[in-house]
């Protein structure tokens, strides 16, 4: 608050009290207009709201223009002896109904979620080329010997897997949360202490599993280049990544077209295992030599709704990939259909750009509908508008995707309706998760994931059809998700 209002010369002269009530502070009357004489303007506040008519348009409410009469010292006194309005916030409110509201556009400049297009096609590929990488150590895993319903071998891949997927996705999350509180020492020592213990994990489950020794060592560097590569998207470094998948990505190449001895084959995922572990190294090396902005930690909460969402969304997606395999393995009497669960995966897997890109964009327009929007109303409506158009832009481009895909995959079976529905709602509730994640609704998207993939796992343990588990679950998940994403995305304190 100002002091009081300042009084006017010649005190004591008649008439200087009314003269003392008038606000002096305010802005002053443009200049080349000669005062008008009372007769024209018989309510005052006409030419107050001309005078204030930029602080009034600015104005979100009427307590706004109050808090700045009142600053510059207007009582309710005057507000009733010179304007006839029985106090300032009455004056205030007939004020913010004379004035007509503009309020500023959009400030230039200052998106901070402008991404780059081609750092997310970047990230795309390095999320899809380790793909490849099967394809070389497909021999590995004995086809001919079945445990729990898969060639011997693959189910401690995929237990690997889940556990890898669950803890560096709890890794990330705390990697970059130091990197948020700008201590990128401390970043580097949480993924050189996690990574290894991440490996050293997820090999131990596939090894408890058991299999083939060739296909146990296949487990153990998967489990190995999940944590190096984690370490080198954490850090930014994805065209390092990149360079590391180049022998894997052209060994695959070759194997498509000559076949190449098993030892061949070793050497080539060696190489590529060598040269993202290596790199990592050099990386955290960097990253934990330089100096600490030593602040308080990240809560572990969140991290814990990451790791659970991890292992939520791996366990989905294996059982869209391996779900035929378990529910014969269950019912090995069952008519086994044709599944187009490859080109499926493959497609969702080569989305997970786009996927990223799609997450930006809507942070960017959410933030642009926050600058822009006249009224909570309206911010909400336009961030349901953003969320619907990404979400279906993201399906169109899936399910375009699976069809190439569909198209370029010699021999493999054809999507039909009830395999790209699956797709569809599988891609929606993840991205509409992943949204939810990156904006820091962690526990309830956990937790809607983790009831989806309880009930598909369990399900599918139990005999049940896998197209039609997947329907169910994801179709849940996507039903609750979406709306959830509406609802508390629409709430302005939610993208500070």
């Known amino acids: 608050?100002?002091?009081?209002?300042?009084?006017?010369?010649?005190?004591?002269?008649?008439?200087?009290?009314?003269?003392?009530?008038?606000?002096?502070?305010?802005?002053?009357?443009?200049?080349?207009?000669?005062?008008?004489?009372?007769?024209?303007?018989?309510?005052?506040?006409?030419?107050?709201?001309?005078?204030?008519?930029?602080?009034?348009?600015?104005?979100?409410?009427?307590?706004?223009?109050?808090?700045?009469?009142?600053?510059?010292?207007?009582?309710?006194?005057?507000?009733?002896?010179?304007?006839?309005?029985?106090?300032?916030?009455?004056?205030?409110?007939d004020l913010f109904a004379k004035v007509a509201r503009r309020y500023p556009g959009a400030p230039t400049g200052t998106n901070p979620w402008q991404a780059d297009p081609w750092r997310c096609v970047l990230r795309g590929l390095v999320f899809a080329l380790p793909g490849l990488g099967y394809l070389l150590g497909a021999d590995l895993f004995a086809a001919q010997r079945l445990r729990f319903g898969l060639p011997s071998g693959m189910a401690a891949l995929a237990v690997a897997t889940l556990v890898s997927w669950a803890f560096n996705?709890?890794?990330?999350?705390?990697?970059?949360?130091?990197?948020?509180?700008?201590?990128?020492?401390?970043?580097?020592?949480?993924?050189?202490?996690?990574?290894?213990?991440?490996?050293?994990?997820?090999?131990?489950?596939?090894?408890?599993?058991?299999?083939?020794?060739?296909?146990?060592?296949f487990v153990i560097g998967q489990s190995c280049y999940l944590g190096a590569a984690t370490v080198l998207l954490v850090l930014g470094q994805e065209k390092l990544l990149l360079a590391a998948l180049a022998p894997a990505s052209a060994g695959a190449v070759v194997v498509l077209a000559v076949h190449l001895p098993p030892w061949v084959r070793a050497a080539i995922l060696l190489a590529t295992l060598a040269a993202a572990v290596g790199l990592a190294g050099w990386q955290l090396y960097r990253c934990c030599a330089g100096a600490g902005n030593r602040a308080d930690g990240p809560v572990w909460s969140a991290t814990w709704a990451a790791g659970l969402f991890g292992l939520a969304v791996g366990t989905m997606t294996l059982i869209a990939g391996l779900g035929p395999q378990l529910h014969h393995a269950v019912r090995p009497h069952a008519p086994a259909g044709a599944t187009a669960t490859g080109p499926a995966l493959a497609a969702l897997t080569l989305s997970l750009g786009l996927a990223e890109w799609l997450l930006y964009r809507y942070r960017s327009l959410a933030t642009r509908a926050l600058a822009t929007s006249a009224s909570p109303g309206e911010f909400r409506r336009r961030t349901a508008l953003a969320l619907a158009g990404c979400l279906l832009g993201y399906l169109s481009f899936v399910a375009a995707l699976a069809f190439a895909a569909d198209a370029l995959w010699r021999g493999a079976p054809k999507i039909g309706p009830i395999q790209l529905t699956d797709l569809l709602l599988l891609a929606a509730a993840l991205w509409t998760a992943l949204l939810l994640q990156a904006l820091s609704v962690a526990w309830r998207t956990a937790g809607l994931c983790l009831a989806a993939a309880g009930y598909e796992l369990t399900a599918v343990l139990t005999g049940a059809d896998p197209g039609t588990v997947q329907q169910y679950g994801c179709g849940a998940a996507a039903v609750l998700l979406v709306p959830l994403a509406v609802v508390v995305l629409g709430r302005t304190t939610r993208h500070r």
């Open 1 to 93: 608050m100002s002091g009081p209002l300042r009084l006017v010369p010649d005190e004591g002269t008649p008439g200087w009290a009314e003269e003392t009530m008038r606000l002096r502070t305010l802005p002053p009357r443009r200049r080349g207009r000669s005062a008008a004489p009372p007769e024209v303007c018989p309510d005052p506040l006409d030419e107050l709201a001309e005078r204030l008519a930029e602080v009034c348009a600015d104005a979100v409410h009427p307590f706004e223009i109050a808090a700045f009469l009142e600053s510059d010292g207007l009582t309710d006194e005057q507000a009733a002896l010179v304007y006839g309005r029985p106090d300032a916030f009455t004056l205030a409110e």
């Open 169 to 217: 996705q709890a890794l990330a999350h705390r990697a970059y949360s130091w990197l948020s509180l700008t201590d990128r020492r401390s970043s580097g020592r949480t993924l050189a202490l996690g990574a290894p213990l991440g490996a050293l994990l997820a090999a131990g489950c596939g090894w408890v599993v058991g299999g083939p020794l060739d296909a146990l060592l």
